[in-house]
């Protein structure tokens, strides 16, 4: 039987994703990609281990989704990512035209938001909140142990 | 001797990179990345070769950049790029903290500048209009073969 998962269930995936982001003391943000009710990528940021300004998670799991479909748009895709993207993932999210961006938690400082434009492809459909005190407690935690 | 070049002699060098997408059917746009009057990075933008939105020529450059440094920024690094940047380039050039963005050419549909923000990072200084006739004839090249 098939069953119909729930944003909340996605957004559950990606926030593993960010755990493993955490345990590696990258930023913890997690992503996935679904397609048919079924997850074709996940990734974590890894900015530090790559090296790589470029390796947000939404960025890896965009080509990872790419890959996986053999298709450069993602139409009939939802990004599911547990921190509002940043102006670069808001813009690649603007050329994969995907149909949804569900994001957990806003960035006040680093989020696209901030800038008062709809960065995002005006055909994709956007979703806030979800599972937002979770994920923005792993940002916290990480920021404060930073700190210390 | 140590010649010090100007900014149409690395431009020229991303117009190179540009023909080589041309010649390979992408649309052209080409980058270099120099560091202390050197070219440390090159990359012309393949998004159909590699099926992935993400792939634009800036995008490769500075992971080539970043790759080649063993430094995810790129403090002392400017980027020449054929075709104004994206909105997905501009923020990825933002996370890089270039010192230098040098562009040919202006894009009014896509180019980050159309957002009316500044996108880049606050200490980037930008140069604009180096070889832009050039530049820009490869795309009208470019697209004009396309709707034949």
Redesign the interface.
Known sequence: MLSIHSDEHFMREAYKQAQYALEEGEIPIGAVVVCQNKIIARAYNQ?EKL????AHAE?LA??AA??HL????LHDCTLYVTVEP???????S???QLKRVVYATGDEKRG?RR???N?LHPKTELVTGILASECAQLMTDFFRAKRI
Chains 1, 2 share one sequence.
Do not use: E, I
Request: hydrophobic residues 40%; charged residues 5%; neutral net charge.
């Open positions: 900015t090296n790589d300004v470029t960025m965009f080509t790419a890959n053999g298709n450069k748009y940043c102006v670069m993932c808001a813009g690649a603007y050329w994969s696209y800038t008062g434009v960065l």
